[in-house]
């Protein structure tokens, strides 16, 4: 659905887009993580068509950046970082008004469900300006919906909102997801790209990684598996450090960190291994490192 | 077209819903209808017309028809000046909705999204041309209508009213009016893409107001005066100017440098 190859868009010296090659598949969330001024913005505005690329190719919906413009913006949606609304005209207009710019071909239909859909209905006649910034936001997707694209372009779709309707939009995102739609998803919110999205990519100026996020984790951190032991003891570790196929190993009160090669296959050699040493094993269970401190430490590297 | 009258209906809402917006658009058509009919009220009578004879322009008063009395040749002297108003007033109006309308969409970001919808660069300044120009020529025909009327009610010499119904005037409100409105209309369009503050997008708009204020002061002073082939060739000229201007303002509107210089 989305591909580039080598995208770069530079601002007179400054390079905002490096060589930017990536391939987001149809129906797929994808996670475009980075901290501020990294280019995610450029990098959103450029498959929009929105901006042009100063070197390098992108194809959006079968449709190249640059030559087939128009036809790209007729077949995305984008949620841009403000909501930019039509402050004193209502709810309903300000999506008529798209619906007709999209040339929609039912837009009062279409205008009703989405309002519907997202609980403005009975706020329709509202100008958009009395909203709280979580009716904006909603407003804001419901205008990047109305054609149905079946690619949306998501730039901070829950920056600034309180957790009740940050929570709104999330379930608004599964809910697009579960409807197939491709969705190019730009946070911050890194809980938030960790539940949503299928890959992510962290970005700063050039791609520092894509995948999904487990394996993110496995490839910045290793896979580390905690064994709960009732007793942990220095002699434990020392002996878990000679079973077969473990990198390192931490004690931690009454806990065993381990970190495994290929723990899906090895985990119940060591396990044997430690029972033989006399370790009475409680539960065992895999290290979740938080996809913020994946984040951190790919920024960190990066720098 | 769906789309350029999507453009016209929206601005008319967001604009027309500004009780100030909609004051000083009708203000000026109605001050500029009322002022000359005044005048010609109080000045109408022939001893202040004998008088006013003798300030006009060696120049006018040379081409008030055989047969006109001074006061007849001051009122169409007033007809004539006050001529000039209805053409300067489409050009004046229009100024200020048009310098904020890019600028203005950029400050409150909704240019954005509305520049990522399939919509062109032509259909949206043409859009926005007709909004800002339309209401303009409207007041300004309506405020002429009255003007017209007025001046019938008021004026008893038929010479007076054969030279306030000139078909060169006609022309000139009819016809070159609006193409004055269209041309100051996409000059700041183009000055309203152009900058970053709304303020400087309206000061630098008034510069297209200047070229008409020098005809203007050309014909009070006698410099020139206005006949029918120097209107008939400003409007010919001005449909080349539209033209032109329109051609600038879609190939000055560069959507990046736009989206990218917000701060």
Partial sequence: ?303 | MRKIKTIIKKEWMQVFKNKMVLFSTLFLPLFFTALPLVILGVMGGESAAEGLTGEMPVEFIKICPAGMNAAECSQVFIVTQFMLLFMMMPLIIPVSIAAYSIVGEKTTRSLEPLLATPITTFELLVGKNLAAATPAILATWLGFAVYALGAYIIVDSPQVLKALFNPMWLIAVIVVGPLMAILSVNFSLIVSSRVTDPRVAEQLSAIVILPLLLVFFAQISGIILINQQMVLLMGLILIGLDVLVLYLAVRLFQRENILTRWK
Avoid at chain 1, 23 to 49: H, I, M, W, Y
Wanted: glycine content about 6%; overall charge negative; charged content about 25%.
């Fill in chain 1, 1 to 303: 659905m989305i591909h580039t190859e080598n995208l770069t868009k530079k601002f007179q010296t400054t390079l905002a887009v490096d060589r930017l090659t990536l391939d987001v598949q149809s129906g797929e969330v994808f996670g475009f993580l980075g901290p501020n001024g990294a280019g995610k913005t450029t990098t959103v505005r450029l498959l929009c068509s929105l901006i042009a690329p100063t070197e390098g190719r992108a194809v959006v919906n079968g449709f190249t950046v640059g030559h087939q413009d128009q036809q790209i913006r007729r077949s995305v949606g984008i949620l841009t970082e403000t909501p930019g609304l039509y402050d004193n005209l209502s709810a309903e207009y300000n999506l008529q008004i798209y619906a007709n710019l999209y040339e929609v071909a039912d837009p009062a239909g279409q205008v009703e469900k989405y309002l519907r859909m997202l609980g403005l209905w009975d706020r329709r006649q509202d100008e958009a300006g009395t909203f709280s910034k979580g009716m904006k936001q909603k407003l804001a997707i419901a205008r990047a919906l109305l054609h149905e694209p079946n690619i949306l372009f998501l730039d901070e779709p829950t920056a600034g909102l309180d957790p009740e309707s940050a929570r709104l939009v999330r379930d608004f995102v599964s809910e697009l997801r579960s409807e197939g739609r491709t969705i190019f998803l730009c946070t911050h919110n890194l809980d938030e790209a960790d539940r949503l999205c299928d890959r992510i990519a962290v970005f700063k100026t050039r791609m520092l990684v894509m995948d999904t996020p487990d394996r993110l984790r496995a490839q910045v951190f290793g896979r580390r598996v905690v064994f709960h032991l009732l007793h942990a003891t220095p002699e434990l570790a020392d002996q878990a450090r000679q079973a077969p196929n473990v990198k390192t190993v931490q004690l931690v009160d009454n806990k065993l960190v381990l970190e495994i090669d290929n723990p899906d296959e090895n985990n119940p050699q060591v396990i044997r291994h430690l029972v033989n040493a006399g370790a009475e094993i409680q539960y065992v269970g895999e290290l979740r490192r938080s996809l913020e401190d994946v984040y951190l430490q790919l920024v960190r590297n990066a720098e």
